[in-house]
């Protein structure tokens, strides 16, 4: 968020149609023994999430969500998806009518997106405007189940050839989610584009998903466990979202189509030992 705030405060002090001042809500937290928003707007500094970084100075900090948003007109959302629900709730009836949003896991109608491609775009921060939201949407979430798979296969010692054969899997089982629940036309394209392979490269590489998945098979932790020694107690995105994806393939009778999503699924919370991991290579889906 606060990386994205600095690139919208740069780009709306050079281009003149965008208002000036960039407020950022930011969730209130006592850091050193000052507030987070008092940090950000006396030293220009994000010290707890981007540290080293100075932030322009037309990005404020607010912690007042409904303060934040009252004279929007673009919203950028730069949360997990967990909190979007209960965000909207909050600022629903505050926004101006006519503000605009986008959310970095999410992307917009074509017209828009070219004109959020104008506040966004930087030398180092290439955008492509992609028309096909629902399946940039699910790769963002999608993703991260597949990476801490790949985090199993680095915690297993497995070696480059199987981690691949694993993202391999977890894509072709992204693509085949994708088809299933997307409303539209969901193009092959889309997956060749940032927000499919090479996110998902990035994810299964770096990534803290992956991170703490490695530990996990190691150590024999909870993932609960990890999260409070690794993450400062913040939520993992990829076993969360594959309790999410599971809850719906099981309504749908469609579990063993997705062995990869499956299996993170029962190692994370059903006690399912990681070494099955691997298991999931050797069902093939038919996937079509
Ligand atoms: C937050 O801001 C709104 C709108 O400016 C105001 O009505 C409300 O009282 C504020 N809430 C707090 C807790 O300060």
Known sequence: GSAVAKIIGNNVKKLQKFA???KMWVFEETVNGRK???IINNDHENVKYLPGHKLPENVVAISNLSEAVQDADL?????PHQFIHRICDEITGRVPKKALGITLIKSKVMENGLLFKELLQTPNFRITVVDDADTVELCGALKNIVAVGAGFCDGLRCGDNTKAA???????E???FARIFCKGQVSTATFL?????ADLITTCYGGRNRRVAEAFARTGKTIEELEKEMLNGQKLQGPQTSAEVYRILKQKGLVDKFPLFTA???ICYESRPVQEMLSCLQSHPEHT
């Open 20 to 22: 000036s001042t960039v």
């Open 174 to 176: 992204m693509i085949a």
């Open 193 to 197: 584009e940032s927000c499919g392979v």
């Open 264 to 266: 993170v699924y029962q």
């Open 36 to 38: 987070l928003t008092d």
């Open 75 to 79: 919203l950028v959302f730069v949360i």
């Open 166 to 172: 694993v993202i391999r899997l977890g894509l072709m």
